[in-house]
Antibody
Framework: QVQLVQSGSELKKPGASVKVSCKAS????????MNWVRQAPGQGLEWMGW????????TYAQGFTGRFVFSLDTSVSTAYLQISSLKAEDTAVYYC??????????????????WGQGTLVTVSS | DIQMTQSPSSLSASVGDRVTITCRAS??????LNWYQQKPGKAPKLLIY???SLQSGVPSRFSGSGSGTDFTLTISSLQPEDFATYYC?????????FGPGTKVDIK
């Protein structure tokens, strides 16, 4: 079945870096874009951006430029999120989510399905 | 950016109740509206895509409607497993934005 499996929880000190992985299975990895979504403790969902799994070209939402990097290793069907110079406010659960796009008449509509199980990144001294 | 609002922010309901959640976009988004369910400690799960299409495997008590700026998610008969937070999401334009969520809990 289609599945995204993320790496485990991380505890990091301020200023450190972290790399979260998202391994896809059950479908052709390069046929679907991958999104990243952040959820701070007790808060809602915030879209961070997406990466084109064909070209490797990333697009970052405002607020996620500079310290955040999306990358791929298509040989192992895995997407990565790296965050550098970690701050306490980066403490959150980070999700990867496959982007599904279909045509409905003249409209190309898309949604996120499935999602990875989430990776909790805690930044604390 | 397109702002998404949801109402109510929370509601208490009983098993068997009909529940309606509203989502409004700050500008027209046609049918570029999706609904997700999230249970505590779990990842969001797709329920409805393209405003009214039921995702495979999702019970038929869930339905979605609307177009343009106003959308609704309806649960026809609330079940114990439906107590969760529900989010709408627009994919009309980037950045993709989510509503703030509606928490459904037990009365």
């Amino acid at each position: 079945q289609v599945q995204l499996v993320q790496s485990g929880s991380e505890l990091k000190k301020p200023g450190a870096s972290v790399k979260v992985s998202c391994k896809a299975s059950g479908y052709t990895f390069t046929s679907y874009a991958m999104n990243w979504v952040r959820q701070a403790p007790g808060q809602g969902l915030e879209w961070m951006g997406w990466i084109n799994t064909n070209t490797g070209n990333p697009t970052y939402a405002q607020g996620f430029t500079g310290r955040f990097v999306f990358s791929l290793d298509t040989s192992v069907s895995t997407a990565y999120l790296q965050i550098s110079s970690l701050k306490a406010e980066d403490t959150a659960v980070y999700y990867c989510a496959r982007d599904v796009l279909l045509w409905f008449g003249e409209l190309s509509l898309d949604w996120f399905d499935p999602w990875g199980q989430g990776t909790l990144v805690t930044v604390s001294s | 950016d397109i702002q998404m609002t949801q109402s109510p922010s929370s509601l208490s309901a009983s098993v068997g109740d009909r529940v309606t959640i509203t989502c409004r976009a700050s500008q027209s988004i046609s049918s570029y509206l999706n609904w997700y369910q999230q249970k505590p400690g779990k990842a969001p799960k797709l329920l409805i895509y393209a405003a009214s299409s039921l995702q495979s495997g999702v019970p038929s008590r869930f339905s979605g409607s609307g177009s343009g700026t106003d959308f609704t998610l309806t649960i026809s008969s609330l079940q114990p497993e439906d107590f969760a937070t529900y989010y709408c999401q627009q994919s009309y334009s980037t950045p993709v934005t989510f509503g703030p969520g509606t928490k459904v809990d037990i009365k």
